[in-house]
C-alpha cells in the first residue's frame, strides 16, 4: 500500500463511496414522534477523512447505523459505491456490510481467546479467503499499524491502544469501500488517541477508504478533511 494525497477542496473527485440522499428517521408516532434526521445529505469519497461531530442525542450512531445499513431509514436513500440499498434484501445488505464496509466502535471487542493476528484473519475466513492468504494480509495490517510485534499476542497481554488498533486492521481486513467509526479513541488518553489516529489516517489514505467518524475530540476532527454535524436533523459541514 502506498500513500495516497488527502482529498482537497475544489480537486477532482470520483463518484462518493458512500451517498445519503433525503434520509429521514423518526421514532415513535403522533405528538410524540422524534424526529432524528430530517432529509440528511451526505457524501464521502474515496481517501476522505470526515469527522462527524456532535452532541450526545443528536442522532450520530442513527446516521452511523444506516450509512452502514445496520438501519433502514423512514425516508430517503442510502448508495454505497453508487449502488443503492433501499430495495436489497437483508441477504443482500448483509453481504455489503461484510464485505465493503468496516465498523470501529469505542471498545475494541475484539475476541478474547484469539491471538492478535488471528482477530484480523477472522473476517477474511468467515469470507472464504484461505488461511495462508488471510495470514499474509493480517500481518501487512497489522505492521502498518505499527503492532506487529503483538502478532501472537492475546487481547489481555496489549495495551488499551494496541487493542484499537488491532481493531482497526481487522475491520479494513476485507478491503472495504467505507470505514464507519464510533469515538475510535474515545476510550484512550490524549496520546494515545493520536497514535491511533494516525495509523488510522495512514490505512485511510493508502486504502482510498471512505472514512467517517464520530468523536468528541475535536483536535483529531481539526486534523480530517472535513466537519460536519446535525442540525435539526440536517447535515451540516462547519
Known amino acids: 500500500m502506498s500513500e495516497a494525497p488527502p482529498a482537497r477542496s475544489g480537486a477532482p473527485r470520483q463518484a462518493p463511496a458512500l451517498k445519503l440522499d433525503r434520509v429521514e428517521r423518526h421514532y415513535g408516532h403522533g405528538a410524540g414522534r422524534l424526529t432524528v434526521l430530517d432529509q440528511a445529505d451526505l457524501e464521502i469519497y474515496p481517501g476522505e477523512l470526515v469527522a462527524l461531530v456532535a452532541p450526545s442525542g443528536a442522532g450520530k450512531s442513527t446516521l452511523l447505523h444506516i450509512a452502514g445499513l445496520l438501519e433502514h431509514p423512514d425516508g430517503g436513500e442510502v448508495q454505497v459505491g453508487g449502488r443503492a440499498a433501499g430495495k436489497l434484501s437483508e441477504s443482500e445488505r448483509t453481504a455489503i456490510r461484510r464485505v465493503q464496509i468496516g465498523f470501529v466502535y469505542q471498545f475494541h471487542h475484539l ?99 471512505a472514512a467517517l467518524i464520530a468523536t468528541h475530540n475535536h483536535d483529531l476532527a481539526a486534523r480530517m478533511d472535513r466537519r460536519i454535524t446535525l442540525e435539526a436533523g440536517k447535515v451540516v459541514e462547519f
Do not use: C, W
Open 111 to 209: 475476541l478474547p481467546e484469539f491471538s492478535a493476528l488471528e482477530n484480523v484473519m477472522m473476517p477474511q475466513l468467515i469470507r472464504g479467503l484461505a488461511r495462508p492468504l488471510a495470514a499474509q494480509r493480517g500481518m501487512q495490517l497489522l505492521g502498518y499499524m505499527r503492532v506487529k510485534e503483538r502478532a501472537d499476542h492475546r487481547p489481555s497481554e496489549m495495551s488499551g491502544g494496541e487493542q484499537q488498533r488491532v481493531a482497526i486492521a481487522r475491520a479494513v481486513a476485507n478491503g472495504p469501500r467505507i470505514l464507519l467509526a464510533d469515538e475510535p479513541t474515545g476510550n484512550l488518553d490524549p496520546n494515545t488517541a493520536h497514535l491511533v489516529f494516525d495509523g488510522l489516517t495512514r490505512l485511510v489514505r493508502a486504502s482510498k477508504l
